[in-house]
């Protein structure tokens, strides 16, 4: 055989199996309210993450975008949350798995309905409604679709109150009445406060205003400043201070029998602005050909392909991509378990045809439909560890 020249080779496509897929069942985001609800007596909950031990009164403050590797790497940044890292530092922090894809829509219904999601069905930033052949956005809800046929699962707060815990999410106002709030964070009561600090001081009051309690509160912004400026970026070191001193006051005001766990939907990753790294799907027609939608986000995508083209498209994509993307089609990665051990029927075709996640610091964005996402400097969505590995921290009273 004739060896090709070096110069020739094309990096091999990546085994879809050699993705680290997340830690379904045992320690993911989907895993979380099961295990605490579990140990409030909650009927039909599993303890999956089997070193947690429930409090009477149960917070989880989920921290948008806080990845468990950029938390490690920004000790000065966040002395009280590093206080609560693994045992060198004392506390007894622990990453668990934010699920795949690593973004909010998706990790946000993972927490609230306790499902993978495979069940839930939010399985990314933009997928394809079967029923009308368009790309949904999960995270905006757009175009409008009936929230209890997307999502038909009860939450665990709806479940937690009917097995009489007291249930309350405390986050944004503008958060109160939106679809995705519906479908994965209803249940109880909402309490709405513009700031953090408000958001503290009232999850602190709803704790203590039950014997029994699963109290869900949440922040945004370091998130944000990761998209606009980078993870290692003065913005976002000054969101991560913030949010740190955000989570001591609400550990301060802890009633007794109480455990606050602190978690993220997902982490994050650099991407530089170069061809390298960035590969334009508006500008490849390699990668256009035979796609009718792009879905998904620039590191997690879902690509629908026209009738009869799904073959190539597969074919195209992993020899386009090499060895910077797992590219699986639909029943390889569900195969996998990259969407959890089962898949609902009525999500099946909500994933795409192929499916592309990111292993490298690179990127597959759409310059054209994609103006204001491909201009983002941090990104997430894939199975790496900077995205995937979410930090699991507890203070208790
Ligand atoms: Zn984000």
């Not at 709405?192 to 039950?210: C, F, H, I, N, V």
């Not at 455990?259 to 939907?265: H, I, Q």
Request: charged share 20%; with cysteine.
């Amino acid at each position: 055989m004739v060896q090709p020249a070096p110069w020739d080779t094309d990096p091999e496509p990546l085994p879809v199996d050699s993705a680290p897929v997340p830690e379904y069942g045992r320690g993911s985001l989907a895993d979380l309210l099961p295990t605490l609800a579990a140990g409030l007596g909650v009927p039909g909950m599993t303890a999956g993450i089997t070193e947690l031990t429930p409090a009477d009164r149960n917070c989880v403050f989920l921290i948008d975008g806080l990845g468990w590797e950029q938390l490690r790497a920004h000790p000065q940044d966040a002395p009280f949350l590093s206080s609560l890292l693994g045992t060198s530092r004392g506390g007894t922090g622990r990453p668990i798995t934010a699920g795949y894809p690593a973004t909010t829509a998706t990790s946000l219904a993972s927490v609230g309905t306790g499902l993978p999601p495979g069940a839930h069905g939010l399985p990314g930033y933009t997928v394809r409604d079967p029923a009308t052949g368009a790309l949904m956005n999960q995270l905006r809800w757009q175009p409008w679709t009936a929230p209890a046929a997307w999502q038909p699962y009860p939450t665990v707060f709806q479940l937690a109150e009917q097995a009489g815990v007291h249930a309350a999410q405390v986050s944004s106002p503008t958060f109160a009445n939106t679809p995705l709030t519906k479908v994965a964070l209803s249940g109880g009561t909402f309490v709405g406060q513009l700031s953090g600090e408000d958001r503290m001081d009232s999850a602190a009051a709803q704790l203590a205003g039950a014997d029994r309690a699963l109290v869900y509160t949440y922040y945004s912004e370091v998130d944000g400043a990761g998209h606009r400026f980078g993870v290692d970026s003065d913005t976002w070191r000054g969101q991560l201070g913030h949010v740190d001193r955000l989570v001591q006051r609400l550990a301060e005001q802890l009633p007794p029998r109480s455990a606050l766990y602190v978690t993220a939907d997902h982490g994050m990753v650099d991407v530089p602005f170069d061809e390298e790294h960035r590969v334009d799907f508006d500008e490849d027609w390699e990668l256009k050909a035979g796609v009718a939608l792009l879905g998904g986000e620039g590191r997690a995508r879902h690509v629908y392909a026209v009738p009869g083209a799904r073959g190539d498209v597969l074919a195209c994509w992993r020899e386009v991509l090499g060895d910077r993307f797992w590219v699986a089609s639909r029943d390889e990665a569900i195969e996998a378990g990259w969407f959890g051990p089962r898949i609902d029927d009525r999500v099946y075709d909500r994933i795409g045809d192929v499916v592309a996640a990111a292993r490298d610091d690179v990127l597959l964005i759409a310059s054209e439909r994609e103006p204001k996402e491909s201009a983002m400097v941090g990104n997430h969505g894939s199975m790496t560890p900077a995205e995937q590995f979410v930090p699991l921290l507890e203070v208790r009273t």
